[in-house]
């Protein structure tokens, strides 16, 4: 069984930057796909940012140039570095695991608010 714990989420100023953590158990988090979805209060859930297994990286385009997805394989982490954050960034972010087979998994979800 694979556990996703999140961590790093708060109250941020628009223009400020956050950085998430999310720490996976289990063994298989090398060759999974780790990817950062996000959901706005009455919107549906949608990617922000995903990294392969290969370490390479797709952004939503909302995203592109202010976040930065990342792994560090032997802490079975994986990050999301947010920069220049805007008020519609505020949504309860997500962590995902996809495997190279079964199915995926999801973290609890860490809260990030923009707002002066």
């Known amino acids: 069984q694979v556990q996703l714990v999140e961590s790093g989420g708060g109250l941020v100023q628009p223009g400020g930057s956050l950085r998430l953590s999310c720490v996976a158990s289990?063994?298989?988090?090398?060759?999974?796909?780790m990817g950062w979805y996000r959901q706005a209060p009455g919107k549906q859930r949608e990617l922000v940012a995903v990294?392969?297994?290969?370490?390479?990286?797709t952004y939503a385009d909302s995203v592109k140039g202010r976040f930065t997805i990342s792994r560090e394989n032997g802490k079975n982490t994986v990050f999301l570095q947010m920069n220049s954050l805007k008020p519609e960034d505020t949504a309860v972010y997500y962590c995902?695991?996809?495997?190279?087979?079964?199915?995926?998994?999801w973290g609890q979800g860490t809260q990030v608010t923009v707002s002066s």
């Open positions: 990294i392969d297994g290969g370490a390479s990286t």
């Open positions: 289990g063994s298989i988090f090398r060759l999974a796909t």
């Open positions: 995902k695991l996809l495997p190279a087979w079964g199915a995926a998994y």
